[in-house]
């Protein structure tokens, strides 16, 4: 691939993918470790599954029984949010980069993403059908993300309004240019 006088090889533009995978999972390895300890600690039990997915680091701690991290998520996903931020500051600290990492409790994210996706795509019907924005209730940033890509590809706009913790998406048709 050649541009502005620059030639990139497939070989090179490979071994940057796998370079960055490398950090990834690196990223991921050192949340396992720290995840670990913590299970430890509250005495909970869990197995983690390291992955990549989409450019970051994903993280997931999975329990044998239902129920059994309820402790680690709440009702609306609370205490995942701040084990999330914890868990980055940690990745932080040992490998000196910003951490993009997501983490999942007992599949808490997998269902409420699938729970966004389902509201995105009936608020996406409605405002075709009104030709109205429509605003959906308070979001966290990643409620936010979903929602956002499920607009995206859908050809609607959505744009994000307020402050946290009451920061919203409304979506809209496209302005007609």
């Given at each position: 691939?050649?541009?502005?006088?620059?030639?990139?090889?497939?070989?090179q533009?490979?071994?940057?993918?796998?370079?960055?995978?490398?950090?990834?999972?690196?990223?991921?390895?050192?949340?396992?470790?720290?995840?670990?300890?913590?299970?430890?600690?509250?005495?909970?039990?869990?197995?983690?599954?390291i992955?990549?997915?989409?450019?970051?680091?994903?993280?997931?701690?999975?329990?044998?029984?239902?129920?059994?991290?309820?402790?680690?998520?709440?009702?609306?996903?609370?205490?995942?949010?701040?084990?999330?931020?914890?868990?980055?500051?940690?990745?932080?600290?040992?490998?000196?980069?910003?951490?993009?990492?997501?983490?999942?409790?007992?599949?808490?994210?997998?269902?409420?993403?699938?729970?966004?996706?389902?509201?995105?795509?009936?608020?996406?019907?409605?405002?075709?059908?009104?030709?109205?924005?429509?605003a959906?209730?308070?979001?966290?940033?990643?409620?936010?993300?979903?929602?956002?890509?499920?607009?995206?590809?859908?050809?609607?706009?959505?744009?994000?309004?307020?402050?946290?913790?009451?920061?919203?998406?409304?979506?809209?048709?496209?302005?007609?240019?």
């Amino acid at each position: 691939m050649a541009r502005e006088g620059v030639t990139v090889s497939t070989e090179q533009i490979s071994n940057e993918v796998n370079a960055t995978t490398k950090l990834l999972e690196e990223e991921g390895e050192v949340a396992a470790d720290y995840l670990e300890e913590l299970l430890d600690i509250t005495d909970l039990d869990g197995d983690i599954d390291i992955d990549v997915e989409r450019g970051r680091a994903a993280v997931a701690i999975v329990a044998d029984e239902a129920g059994e991290l309820s402790s680690l998520v709440c009702p609306e996903g609370e205490v995942l949010e701040a084990l999330q931020e914890l868990t980055r500051l940690a990745v932080q600290t040992r490998t000196g980069e910003r951490s993009r990492l997501m983490l999942d409790v007992a599949g808490y994210r997998a269902q409420r993403k699938a729970e966004l996706v389902q509201l995105a795509q009936s608020t996406i019907d409605n405002v075709k059908l009104t030709g109205q924005p429509t605003a959906l209730p308070p979001l966290n940033a990643f409620e936010r993300k979903v929602v956002h890509d499920v607009i995206s590809e859908s050809g609607l706009v959505s744009e994000s309004f307020g402050t946290d913790p009451n920061r919203y998406v409304q979506i809209s048709l496209p302005s007609a240019d």
